[in-house]
């Protein structure tokens, strides 16, 4: 039996907003436990929560993004469950009437292909507080810091059919949320974690199979990593006769498995009901031109204009897309140097490599956009060769200039295109050389174009590097041919 994976994803997103949702109180995340709740957030007698606009703005923004229609009116529920970190008894979300409507992104495969994956809608909630099992004995502390910092929680159609299509929608989420700057995307400090809902059915039937939700999983890679246990435990458990019953279960990446939390027996009632302390949100057709009108260039326009406009293979616009430090730092490199091939070589390249050496991110890196983008200007326009422009790099990764040309300067790196130069340091390499000179005489015409880089070799090291290496081969070729 052929099988096909059905997933949908629940992605929560924590906004970058300075105070909560309801509250004043800041979001600052590793502040110490308990020390950024306040009374709205702790849900005391009298209080009364007002909605941050800032929320709702970029609750928007997405939606925008996405090209999801945006409801006049959004509604804020009430969801009752009784857990110890969460004060107020409810969460305040967004049940019937959620503030981003039906939309959908496009996903690059990594065969470059593309595919549209449909958003159901996306809403705006509370965040509940923390309990720390560790560091307590046969207690649990609870931390109400997170408690009342606003997520949007955004919510696919089941439109993906294996695990990479679910790492890469999570990441075109990551990509958009971080572009428009209305998450830091921090998935290690949890601001985005995402449910997967998971099922299989025959290759060919229609109904989907019955899906099994994987709660809170916070990176990439356990994501395809989660889906693929929760895949083959469903398949096995059918083919051994068993069915697959709704349940929530948790991913454990230790063990690299799937676990049961509740079953849909053992499933809350929630209780919805609108908020009767929030009023509904309204958002007029100005408000959403204004924010529409702020949209920053989005990663899947700058992808097709790396290709279209500037000529960058699939692969490379899709990679210096991705995020949009990348972009912005590849862009001005681009700008300086003038040549976006030879920008986006240097970037994935040269400069990947180092930062990733570091595990630093270009918002960090030692060379700056300009510097690198005045690198390879020189290497164009002849200045410096190839060789050269790596000793150039290197020296301005460990701070040794501040100029990509005082380097060149101070080292001595210029690239020496004279010929007299380089016919003078071919003489002497071959008058130091008779043994090589007689292997090459000796040698099948064939075999020269090969026996040639020793020479080449000898030649680029008494230049120190900076002969041109075009006219050292082709000066070589002519000199010692003369002497067959
Ligand atoms: P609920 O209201 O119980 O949370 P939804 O219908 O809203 O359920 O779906 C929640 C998520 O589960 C959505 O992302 C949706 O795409 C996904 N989903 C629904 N049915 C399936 C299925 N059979 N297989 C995989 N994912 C599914
Ligand atoms: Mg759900």
């Known amino acids: 039996m052929q099988w096909e994976t059905v997933i949908g994803l629940e992605v929560h997103v924590q906004l970058a907003t300075r105070s909560k949702i309801f509250s004043g109180a800041s ?47 959004s509604v804020f529920d009430r969801k009752n469950y009784f857990y110890p970190d969460l004060p107020k008894g409810y969460q305040t979300s967004q049940m019937y009437h959620p503030i981003v409507g039906a939309g959908e992104v496009e996903i690059t495969l990594d065969d470059d292909t593309t595919k549209r994956i449909r958003i159901h809608h996306a809403h705006l909630e509370e965040d509940a507080g923390k309990s720390l099992h560790e560091d307590f004995h046969g207690m649990t502390g609870i931390d109400l810091n997170r408690a009342g910092t606003p997520l949007l929680e955004i919510v696919s159609e089941p439109d993906m059919r294996n695990a990479k299509e679910a790492a890469a929608y999570l990441k075109a989420i990551h990509s958009i949320v971080t572009y428009l700057g209305i998450s830091d995307g921090n998935m290690a400090e949890g601001s985005m974690r995402c449910d ?88 007029d057709e100005a408000y959403l031109e204004h924010l529409r009108s702020q949209l920053p260039e989005l990663p899947a326009d700058k992808r097709a204009r790396f290709q279209d406009a500037l000529g960058l293979s699939a692969y490379d616009a899709s990679v210096l897309s991705a995020s949009r430090e990348m972009a912005e730092f590849f862009e001005e490199v681009h700008r300086v140097c003038g040549d976006a091939k030879q920008a986006a070589n240097w970037v994935q390249g040269e400069l990947s490599g180092a930062l990733n050496r570091e595990n630093l991110s270009t918002q960090n890196s030692p060379v700056s956009a300009q510097q690198l983008g005045e690198v390879v200007r020189r290497v164009l326009d002849g200045t410096i060769n190839g060789k050269a422009a ?50 090459y005489r000796d040698s099948e015409p064939d075999k020269r174009g090969k026996m040639i880089g020793y020479f080449v070799g000898q030649v680029m090291k008494a230049s120190r590097g900076t002969a041109n290496p075009q006219q050292v081969n082709d000066l070589l070729k002519t000199k010692l041919d003369a002497l067959l």
């Open 390 to 439: 790596k000793q150039v790099f290197q020296a301005l990764w460990n701070g040794q200039g501040e100029s990509a040309d005082a380097i060149i300067d101070a080292k001595g790196l210029k690239q020496v295109t004279d010929t007299g130069a380089i016919e003078a340091m071919i003489d002497q390499v071959i008058a130091e050389s008779p043994a090589q000179v007689a292997q």
């Open 196 to 283: 997967v809902n998971v099922s299989v059915r025959p290759k060919g039937q229609e109904a989907f199979g019955t899906r099994a939700e994987i709660k809170n999983v916070n990176s990439f890679r356990f994501v395809e990593r989660a889906i693929a246990f929760e895949v083959e435990r469903q398949i096995e458990l059918i083919e051994d006769g068993g069915s697959v019953v709704q349940e929530t279960r948790l991913y454990d990446p230790e063990r690299d498995e799937t676990r049961s939390m509740r079953t849909k027996e053992e499933a809350n009632d929630y209780r919805y009901f609108p908020c009767p302390d929030l009023l509904p949100v309204v958002l």
């Open 27 to 73: 979001t600052a995340f590793g502040a110490e436990p308990n020390t950024q709740a306040c009374a709205v957030d702790l849900g005391l007698p009298g209080v009364l929560p007002v909605l941050n606009e800032q929320a709702v703005a970029m609750a928007v923004q997405f939606g925008l993004a996405v090209h999801a229609e945006i409801p006049e009116v």
